[in-house]
Nanobody, 119 residues
Framework: QVQLVETGGGLVQPGESLRLSCAAS????????MRWHRQAPGKERELVAA????????TYADSVKGRFLISRDNAKNTVSLEMNALKPEDTAVYYC????????????WGQGTQVTVSS
């Protein structure tokens, strides 16, 4: 059974930092691209950051470029999202996603972790 468990969310003030982590089990982690998505109240889920299977390629939403950093540790089956200079508009539930497309697409999701940025 595949499990993705996010940790690290919380309440912070604008300008502060948070580090989200996602621990994966039940899948061959190194074969999955890993992504972080977020969904704010009343808005659609959006892709925040993605990292390739070996970590050599990363992509970011324009809204977080230069502030967020995605990384992975294939030895520990974890992916992290370092979030700096947080803004109130970063407030959302953040979801970890494992994606693989080998002709058939596989997607697994975590339960989400709440990030609230407020003074």
């Amino acid at each position: 059974q595949v499990q993705l468990v996010e940790t690290g969310g919380g309440l912070v003030q604008p300008g502060e930092s948070l580090r989200l982590s996602c621990a994966a089990s039940g899948l061959t982690f190194r074969t999955y691209a890993m992504r972080w998505h977020r969904q704010a109240p009343g808005k659609e889920r959006e892709l925040v950051a993605a990292i390739s299977t070996r970590g050599g390629s990363t992509t970011y939403a324009d809204s977080v470029k230069g502030r967020f950093l995605i990384s992975r540790d294939n030895a520990k089956n974890t992916v992290s999202l370092e979030m700096n200079a947080l803004k109130p508009e970063d407030t959302a539930v953040y979801y970890c996603n494992a994606h693989r497309d080998w002709g058939v697409s596989y997607d697994y999701w975590g339960q989400g972790t709440q990030v609230t940025v407020s003074s």
